[in-house]
């Protein structure tokens, strides 16, 4: 039979105090080691990146970005400032919301050119269907879609609703329709459709469009090709940041190209 043999007093208290002290320091040095890790990975960003600015150059950041909403039935591209910023990525179904971050700078011309989906021959989707429009908007800077923007139609069909004998009537696309200093005082203004008339899919409802309305012209069935345009004010605003994009994107837009 094995005999344990009892440890002196001393012992035990010896042990006791080495085990509590190692404990406190270990303790303390992660208390103290966690924010500068911390710290010490977010200045890395920067570097690491080499996007560092010069002296006196301030980069904008996200939170000087806000985020935008939209949700075309059954396409859109949309162009802030003169510039494409974003595209409707499902041309047809299913519904969807195009959610994305933009910077926003005032005053801020926001030109959309929405397509319901219709054969370009006859207006007409399914064969012998004809389908309805319906576009809407809110961005995070209170910015949303209502009868204060402009509406024009491009493209009407089947006319008359006449599906036996469909003709259609295209208008041509201004070049310019989605720059700043394009004229649209002679559009008509935007029409107001309820939320029952449009009948979005589940999408919308997932997202922000709180106080933002239904647009289209005055025919949501028979116009087709849309383009929307609205100008924000937002008086005395300057950027914080004076950094400029240094980006030719117009490579990348071929249609243009073809002008
Ligand atoms: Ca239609
Ligand atoms: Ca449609």
Known sequence: MVQLHPQPRGMKALCFLIAFFTFTICSLTLLMAQPEGKEKKEKGKDKGKGNKPPSGLLKPSM??????????????????????TAVDSIDFIPHNVVSVDILPEYPMTIAVMAKDNADPKTGMEYGTHIGDGGFILKFADGTVTSSSWKAKSFFKGPLNSD?????????????DWFKIDFDDSKWKNATEYTEERVNPKEPFYKADFKGAKWIWTEDLDLDNTV??????????????????????ISGALPWRNEK
Do not use: C
């Open 163 to 175: 599906t036996q004998n469909p003709k259609v009537q295209h208008d041509p696309i201004p070049d």
């Open 63 to 84: 939170s000087d970005t806000i985020k935008a909403n939209i949700y075309a039935d059954n396409w859109f591209i949309m162009y802030i400032n003169g510039k494409l």
């Open 227 to 248: 383009i929307f345009r609205h100008k924000v004010e937002k008086e005395g605003w300057k950027p914080r940041w004076n950094t400029k994009p240094n980006i030719d």
